[in-house]
């Protein structure tokens, strides 16, 4: 039984004013969906997991999960705000008093934008403990230089997340000390330090790479302690993981039920193509691996909101889910046949989405990796 009915409904009520005709249109133009962005925003949804006090709902994990697997579900794209969801965990548990009273009621009234998140470097990519960008703390201002890239609506953020090197490293350093947090203003940022050139690709994602030229970030800007940044980002990625596994069972589902209907309509040599079980042992086998990778998310969520700290679960949800949707993407365009590849069936559209999942935020093999030393016991391969 699935948790949430009542939000479920609206956030599919919500959707359903977004169809795919909307969001072919802006497929075609690589626009990013304001309007649904900022219905969303305006529905309190992003802002669920901001505590009351600070204007938020206060609600757990598993809402967040449940609105985003709804938006996939319904065929519409979370990727255009789900960070918002994940990037102010960094700054409620690690932001001072005084930055969560400035920002957080902003972002759950929708007034600021947190939606940028600068960790991925061109040059380090995976590896983040080499990171070349800077922040050197030069009187009350840090001046940061380098270059972030997949800096994902950057041009769509009034603030990001940025982490960067403050202390160089040195010998006998952990090569993850020495990165720090800062909270990056864009709106003052830009043209003053800040450039931001988008990047095409394979589907409408919004995302950048970013140059910093001496940029002028306040001092006070610093989340938390400086050197502590990488543990901070760390800290929030297990519910990333898990919000990012709850969007691609949504897309499994959406895939599923597309499949399905199609299977049962479209009728070749006489009769429906589903009844072949060549067509529908495709859809079956994708509909039970989204069932399994459907209760490894069910478990995170529980671990993480009983207070564990689920690396393993949430690793294993995000790889087992991502894996899922794209089984179930690859059997309906399969069972498609042709118009699997026409636009107007946004089958295509969602197949070019869902991709992402097995390379980003993390990749399969990074996963495999994090499973094989940590829960293995094998040694570390990197
Ligand atoms: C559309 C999009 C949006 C993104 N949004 C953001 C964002 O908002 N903010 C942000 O900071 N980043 C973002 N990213 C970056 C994303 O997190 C990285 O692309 C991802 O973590 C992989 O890093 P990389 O591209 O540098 O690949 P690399 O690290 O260069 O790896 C390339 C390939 O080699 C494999 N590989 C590397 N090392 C090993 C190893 N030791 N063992 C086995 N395999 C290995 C990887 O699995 C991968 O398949 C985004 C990326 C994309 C494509």
């Known amino acids: 039984m699935e948790a949430y009915t009542e939000i479920r409904q609206a956030v599919a009520k919500l959707c359903a004013g977004f169809p795919g005709s909307y969001w072919r249109a802006l497929d075609r133009e690589m626009a990013y969906p304001t309007e649904f962005v900022n219905a969303l925003t305006e529905s309190g949804y992003l802002s669920v ?15 967040a999960a449940a609105i985003l ?6 065929g519409c794209n979370g990727g255009a705000c789900h960070a918002q969801m994940y990037t102010m965990g960094t700054l409620l548990r690690h932001g001072s008093a005084a930055q969560k009273a400035e920002y957080l009621p902003a972002i759950a009234e929708g007034r600021l934008r947190l939606q940028a998140f600068g960790v991925t470097e061109p040059t380090s990519g995976t590896d983040t403990g080499s990171l070349k960008t800077t922040a050197r703390l030069e009187g009350d201002r840090y001046v940061v230089n380098g270059q972030k890239i997949w800096t994902s609506r950057a041009e ?27 909270l990056v ?73 597309r499949a399905r209907a199609y299977a049962g309509e479209r009728s070749v040599f006489g009769r429906p193509i589903g009844a072949n079980q060549g067509v529908q042992f495709p859809i079956a086998k994708a509909y039970a691996n989204m069932r399994a990778a459907e209760l490894m998310v069910r478990e995170a969520l529980t671990l993480y909101e009983g207070g564990a ?24 365009i399969q069972t498609h046949g042709g118009f699997g590849f026409a636009e107007e069936y946004d089958v ?7 991709r992402l999942y097995q390379v980003a935020p993390i990749s399969t093999n990074l996963i495999l990796a994090y499973l094989s030393e940590h829960v293995l016991g094998l040694p570390r391969s990197y």
């Open 49 to 63: 997991l901001i505590p009351e006090e600070y204007g938020g709902s206060g609600l757990p994990l598993s809402a």
């Open 69 to 74: 697997e709804e938006v996939q579900r319904a």
């Open 156 to 182: 769509h953020s009034d603030l990001m997340l940025l982490l960067a090197r403050t202390t160089p490293k040195a010998d006998g350093m952990k090569r993850t000390d020495g990165l720090s947090v800062l």
């Open 185 to 257: 203003d864009m709106r003052e940022a830009r043209g003053n330090g800040l450039t931001i050139r988008p990047i095409r690709t394979m589907m409408n994602h919004a995302t950048t790479e970013i140059f910093f030229d001496n940029l002028r970030v306040p001092a006070q800007n610093l989340i938390g302690e400086e050197g502590r940044g990488f543990r901070y980002i760390l800290s929030g990625m297990n519910a990333e993981r898990i919000l990012i596994a709850a969007e691609c069972i949504g897309d499994a589902k959406w895939f599923i039920d």
């Open 309 to 332: 700290n689920p690396g393993a679960e949430a690793n294993m949800a995000k790889m087992l889910a991502a894996d899922a949707s794209f089984e179930a993407a690859n059997a309906c």
């Open 348 to 354: 295509e559209r969602k197949f070019r989405e869902t």
